[in-house]
T-cell receptor, first 115, second 117 residues
Framework: AAGVIQSPRHLIKEKRETATLKCYPI?????VYWYQQGPGQDPQFLIS???????DKGSIPDRFSAQQFSDYHSELNMSSLELGDSALYFC??????????????FGPGTRLTVT | AQKVTQAQTEISVVEKEDVTLDCVYE???????LFWYKQPPSGELVFLIR??????QNEISGRYSWNFQKSTSSFNFTITASQVVDSAVYFC??????????????FGEGTQLTVNP
């Protein structure tokens, strides 16, 4: 079965640089979520999109932005990177029916290292 | 605000032992969903189970079983006859039902389970 695809899997950037993470949801899933997981931490919700519109926003820094495109893939753009942005970034997708989102399936994650 | 607490930070067992991972949650909603995810050393998050707040039936899937008790706001996870491959971090998570927004997951801190041969 098709899974969530994330690219790149690993990314090394320097402070103040910019990074773009990509996410391709499971086919026919209409909702995409982004989470950030710091070392030894639980995943923290950043932002979500439903049918290409932002549907919810969590603890996402102003330096980060995201969007969902017409083909449902999503990109997380991160600017002015800081050392503290080093983390595993997960994308998850789910389908929704009658206002209820079902289980979220996670991609393998992108490990971002900021030096 | 919603909150999930996994009081057990680390658990170590010997293969074939049974082990229970505890999860306690807080929410003001009457409709909500509970989940368990597994994160093996390779890092991916693997979905294990989803439960809605109206269904308190316990569930068994092979060596895995889940006990949902609304009265104590708990959703515990038991692995029977544990195996080395069960070694991972296990996260309990909660989402509230929202008509117009996405159902973000709030995770507990996770429990590191180590199964020794």
């Amino acid at each position: 079965a098709a899974g969530v695809i994330q690219s790149p899997r690993h990314l090394i950037k320097e402070k103040r640089e910019t990074a773009t993470l990509k996410c391709y949801p499971i086919p026919r899933h209409d909702t995409v979520y982004w989470y950030q997981q710091g070392p030894g931490q639980d995943p923290q919700f950043l932002i979500s999109f439903y049918e290409k519109m932002q549907s919810d926003k969590g603890s996402i820094p102003d330096r980060f932005s995201a969007q969902q495109f017409s083909d449902y893939h999503s990109e997380l753009n991160m600017s002015s990177l800081e050392l503290g942005d080093s983390a595993l970034y997960f994308c998850a997708s789910s389908s929704r029916s009658w206002g209820v989102s079902y289980e979220q399936y996670f991609g393998p994650g992108t490990r971002l290292t900021v030096t | 605000a919603q909150k999930v607490t996994q009081a057990q930070t680390e658990i170590s067992v010997v293969e074939k032992e049974d082990v229970t991972l505890d999860c306690v949650y807080e929410t003001r909603d009457t409709t909500y969903y509970l989940f368990w995810y597994k994160q093996p050393p390779s890092g991916e998050l693997v979905f294990l189970i989803r439960r809605n707040s109206f269904d308190e039936q316990n569930e068994i899937s092979g060596r895995y079983s889940w006990n949902f008790q609304k009265s104590t706001s708990s959703f515990n996870f038991t692995i029977t006859a544990s195996q080395v491959v069960d070694s991972a971090v296990y996260f309990c998570a909660l989402s509230e039902a929202r008509e117009t927004s996405g159902s973000r997951l709030t995770f507990g801190e996770g429990t590191q389970l180590t199964v020794n041969p």
